[in-house]
Structures are given as structure tokens and as C-alpha cells.
């Protein structure tokens, strides 16, 4: 069975750093493209980032772009995201999500809550 | 960027109604929508890809049509677990886009 279990989140002031991180287990981490999405509280879900299944590329929202690293160690099974400069419309759960052959999303974790406040 | 409108924004039906959602991408991708299913505090799941492909597990009710900018999501006969909110998604392009999300609410 696919498991995604992020971890990470938390409360942090603007202009901070977090890391994500999303262990995944029950397939072969190796073969698939992974992304994070985020959803801020009582909006829609929003494409963050994205890493091929080696990781040799990524991809970004223009809205993170140049503050959010993604990365993923395969020995580890464990994608994760780099989020620095915080802003307060970062505050979201992040969730991370496996793709299909084309970048939808067919299996996806909980859920990581990032609050950026003061 | 691939803007996704979707339509209505709240549909107020009745257990056992037949459901039609709409999703209209600002440009053509092709048949590369995705739709799916989102409950209170709970994860996304996937209900179709490739615009008609069902996702595994998912019960035949759900029906997904459409190609180039016109989509649309059919509940056949709507079930009590089904009152959710729905994302259309496109990922012909980059950045990958989602809907605003329908509400499907009970009557």
C-alpha cells in the first residue's frame, strides 16, 4: 500500500526557514516524479513544486520560485522541500504528492501545516 | 499560465441527482485534466486522469469527458460520501493548474 508521510511543519516567523520532508513507502520512490501542493486555510490547492524521478529536474511556481528548493534522496524514500523567506501567504498545508506518467497526482500524504507569523 | 475555471462554484443537490461539473482551461491541454475529490480535513484523491480515465478504485459513477478546453465531471447518482468540494487540474503545461473547486452540497 502507498504511504506518503510528511513532517516538518510548524509555526515560524516571516522571513524564516523550514524543511519538509515526506517519507514514502509501499512503491518504488526511484521510478516516480513527486510534487508538494499547498493549500492555504479555506482556499483551493495550489502546484508548488516538482522532481523527476531521478531528480535531476525540478520545477517551480513563480509564486516560490528562487525561495523554495525541492529535493529527494532515493536511498531514503524521502522527497523533501527547502522553504526559506517565509511570507505570511505561505501559510498552507503542504502536502506532498506522487505523479502519474503525467504530472496528476494519484497519491497523496496528510498534510504538513506551515504558519508563518509573528 | 494555464488558467482553470470552474463551474458552478456550489451545487445544492439531492442524494440519487445526477451531478454535472464543469472545468474550462483558458487554452488547449489537450486531454491532460485531472479531477479530484476533496472531503474536510482530508487529502485530495484522484478520481480521473487523462480527462476519462477512471483511478483505480473509483466507482463507476464518476464519469469525466471532454478535450482541448471544454471538461466535465458526472456524478451519475449522487451517493451520501460524495458531498465534497472537486478540483479540475490540467498538466499539459507548466506550471500544472488547478481549478478553484466546485462544492457539491446536499439540498
Known amino acids: 500500500e502507498v504511504h506518503l508521510v510528511e513532517s516538518g511543519g510548524g509555526l515560524v516567523q516571516p522571513g524564516g526557514s523550514l524543511r519538509l520532508s515526506c517519507a514514502a513507502s509501499?512503491?518504488?520512490?526511484?521510478?516516480?516524479?513527486m510534487s508538494w501542493v499547498r493549500q492555504a486555510p479555506g482556499k483551493g490547492l495550489e502546484w508548488v513544486s516538482a522532481?523527476?524521478?531521478?531528480?535531476?529536474?525540478?520545477y517551480f511556481a513563480d509564486s516560490v520560485k528562487g525561495r523554495f528548493t525541492i529535493s529527494r534522496d532515493n536511498s531514503k524514500n524521502t522527497l523533501y522541500l527547502q522553504i526559506n523567506s517565509l511570507r505570511a501567504e505561505d501559510t498552507a498545508v503542504y502536502y506532498c504528492?506522487?505523479?502519474?506518467?503525467?504530472?496528476?497526482?494519484?497519491?497523496w500524504g496528510q498534510g504538513t501545516l506551515v504558519t508563518v507569523s509573528s | 499560465e494555464i488558467v482553470m475555471t470552474q463551474s458552478p462554484a456550489t451545487l445544492s443537490m439531492s442524494p440519487g441527482e445526477r451531478a454535472t461539473l464543469s472545468c474550462r482551461a483558458s487554452q488547449s491541454v489537450s486531454s491532460n485534466l485531472a479531477w479530484y475529490q476533496q472531503k474536510p480535513g482530508q487529502a485530495p484523491r484522484l478520481l480521473i486522469y487523462g480527462a476519462s480515465t477512471r483511478a483505480t478504485g473509483i466507482p463507476a459513477r464518476f464519469s469525466g469527458s471532454g478535450s482541448g478546453t471544454e471538461f466535465t465531471l458526472t456524478i451519475s447518482s449522487l451517493q451520501s460520501e460524495d458531498f465534497a468540494v472537486y478540483y479540475c487540474?490540467?498538466?499539459?503545461?507548466?506550471?500544472?493548474?488547478f481549478g478553484q473547486g466546485t462544492k457539491v452540497e446536499i439540498k
Open positions: 504528492a506522487r505523479s502519474g506518467r503525467g504530472y496528476w497526482f494519484d497519491y
Open positions: 509501499g512503491f518504488t520512490f526511484s521510478s516516480y516524479a
Open positions: 522532481i523527476s524521478d531521478s531528480g535531476d529536474s525540478t
Open positions: 487540474q490540467q498538466y499539459n503545461n507548466w506550471p500544472v493548474t
